[in-house]
């Protein structure tokens, strides 16, 4: 009699599970997200916005809105467990409304909940990084454009304005939510519609942009480091060695380390994976530049290595263009790269940080049996497999032409994909988190649509 108890106990358990509240369903998916990654998993990018935030001093490195917004939550929930649950529950909220368009209350949460769970989805929000973060205020602010309310609308722009100023290139994913999405007044003629779209979108993104620039109080001119990488990018791709006479009149004034096989050096360094070893290999440096801290570059070196970027560019236009096909090849899981930097470290590289920081260092058993779990996903399955949903994203476009907020998410996707092309500098995949995300809700909500014969 007793496993006929047990498993009445567990139909009963099962039956209240099904039919609990939207609320519950939810809850019961962040909780999970919270028991993998309590209270916030923490990268070299993650540290450099809480040291920033605490001591109230801004660069540029990273947009410096999220360096405010993290000194504003840290006053209240010391750490990363406030910016762990601004970004997570962000998206979740955003999700269930996204599906209400297409379920009832209940049916919505399971599917939102079953798409927040889904390992490409779910696994960087546990990490505190910039990207998720965006991804949570795209979200919402999704939902808010799609909206027959104005002032829904309106706080949309606002979810674009938030995502555009924690993540540079965000304004890519923004284009196609905004201009398609957004209408000041039902019916308006697209001759007047569209561009009072455009225009809430300039809006949108200068302001954010001044956000940063009047935030930022020191100018750490992180671009010069993307430029070094295109520069050996680009030489290891020319045929013949350029001789080493040349190419110190070429990066005259940039302060160049290596003095000789200047061009044999800069073969042996690049690699399409990772822009660090040009600047931080241990015996080979190229150029001595800052990835975090205060300090920029002096403005001559910033100058030089800004013209030899353009010269090197003009003069070998193809290997640049392979270079950074090469990058993009890495970035998609088309190289030997495969979804790097999907499941971060849970180890510490620099301890003694952590501890000033006042953070902890432990994570339980469970939580790292989770993280081998999805390492083994990550490395035996293709879910993180970037290039499969452009794939799928490509096919849906041609559905979805009839269906302005499934087409807008899907562009909003492609685009934010497409700008890596040039700013990519290695294959993280939360780069392409975004991209994922866009295509499986796309693809759930059109299916439903279609099946069901429901009007665009």
């Not at 100058?303 to 263009?321: D, G, Q, S």
């Not at 907020?405 to 700008?419: I, M, N």
């Amino acid at each position: 009699m007793r496993p006929l108890v047990v498993s009445a106990q567990a139909r009963r358990i099962g039956r209240r599970i099904a039919t609990a509240p939207p609320l519950v369903i939810l809850a019961i998916a962040w909780f999970y997200l919270m028991i993998y990654a309590f209270p916030g998993i923490m990268t070299q990018d993650s540290y450099d916005h809480l040291r920033e935030a605490r001591d109230r001093l801004y660069s540029d490195g990273h947009p410096p809105a999220i360096n405010l917004l993290w000194s504003v939550v840290d006053y209240f929930i010391a750490g990363p467990f406030g910016m762990f649950v601004i970004q997570s529950t962000c998206m979740l909220a955003g999700l269930y409304q996204v599906m209400r368009r297409a379920f009832d209350p209940r049916p919505a949460a399971w599917i939102a909940a079953a798409v927040f769970l889904f390992p490409p989805v779910m696994v960087p929000f546990g990490v505190i990084w910039k990207d998720p973060l965006m991804a949570g205020f795209l979200m919402l602010g999704f939902v808010g454009l799609a909206s027959p309310r104005r002032a829904m609308r309106l706080l949309g722009l606002l979810g674009m304005f938030g995502a555009t100023s924690v993540r540079y290139n965000a304004i890519a994913a923004t284009l196609p939510l905004v201009v398609l999405l957004f209408e000041w007044r039902p019916g308006l003629h697209w001759l007047k519609r569209y561009p009072i779209a455009i225009v809430a979108w300039v809006v949108v993104t200068l302001s954010s942009f001044q956000l940063n620039a009047r935030l930022a109080d020191h100018k750490l001119e992180l671009w010069s480091s993307i430029a070094v990488f295109d520069i050996v990018g680009t030489l290891a791709f020319v045929d013949e060695d350029i001789p080493d006479e040349d190419l110190k009149k070429l990066f005259a004034g940039s302060d160049l380390l290596v003095q000789t096989n200047i061009h044999a050096t800069a073969r042996e360094l690049y690699t399409p994976r990772d822009f660090l070893p040009v600047t931080n290999h241990p015996t080979k440096t190229m150029w001595s530049l800052p990835i975090n801290g205060y300090v920029p570059p002096p403005e001559p070196q910033l100058n030089a290595i800004e013209r030899a970027w353009k010269e090197t560019i003009a003069t070998y236009p193809v290997a640049y263009l392979k270079h950074r096909l090469s990058v993009m090849a890495e970035v998609v899981g088309l190289g030997v790269s495969r979804a790097s930097g999907a499941i971060a470290r849970r180890d510490f590289r620099s301890p003694d940080e952590v501890h000033l920081r006042g953070l902890g260092t432990g994570w339980s058993k469970l939580q790292r049996k989770m993280t081998k779990w999805y390492v083994s996903i990550v490395r035996h399955t293709p879910l993180f497999t970037v290039w499969m949903y452009i794939v799928i994203a490509l096919v849906l476009l041609p559905l979805a032409l009839r269906h302005r907020d499934v087409l807008a998410l899907l562009l909003s996707g492609l685009a934010l994909e497409a700008s890596l092309v040039v700013l990519a500098p290695s294959p993280d995949y939360r780069y392409s988190h975004w991209l994922v995300i866009c295509t499986i809700i796309a693809a759930i909500v059109l299916g439903v649509r279609r099946y069901r014969g429901s009007p665009p």
